[in-house]
């Protein structure tokens, strides 16, 4: 009876197509360029900016900026912020994660900030965002979370720059070779 059920199970097994876990490639830029994209439904967290941003086209060593341009989409950028309340920011995502808010705490330099975003906002700046997050054993990541482009409309002064996410996924590149 055991013996029978151990075959039934090794029988699903094998006739399964099963794909191991693999943490290394789960958190590799080359896993992504190769698939062609990043997708918030896959759940999609690097271990540095560098990692995130290399999926673009360039191949990054360090990266110690949280605002990049996109290395080769013109009018896109890449996001790396902090969604929670810091010294200089008050980044929230919304509970669905279709809106960010970005409200600058430093005194002075609040409402400059939101000039900036519409600005960008007029070169037509969407936002390929990977939020600043802790895993579940403590250590620091980066989770894609779309793509977001300024709600005009709806920051201001007070609110701060509101982004709502138009894309759930990202064209990836493969590094461009330089001659």
Known sequence: MIDDAVDQISAVAEATDFDEWNPRAEMSPATYIAKGRVEVDEDVAFRTMADAASCFGKTYAGLQQSFIPHPTERGKYLWFPKLYENAQWLNTLSPDETV??????????????????????????RRLVFARVRSPLGDLMYR???EYLLDVNASNY??????NRVAKEAKTYEPR???
């Open 177 to 179: 070779r330089i001659m």
């Open 158 to 163: 007070e609110r701060g720059a509101v982004f």
């Open 100 to 125: 960010i808010t970005e409200i600058c705490k430093i005194p002075d330099q609040g409402e400059p900030q939101v000039d900036r975003n519409i600005r960008q906002f007029e070169l037509n700046g």
């Open 144 to 146: 894609f979370k779309g």
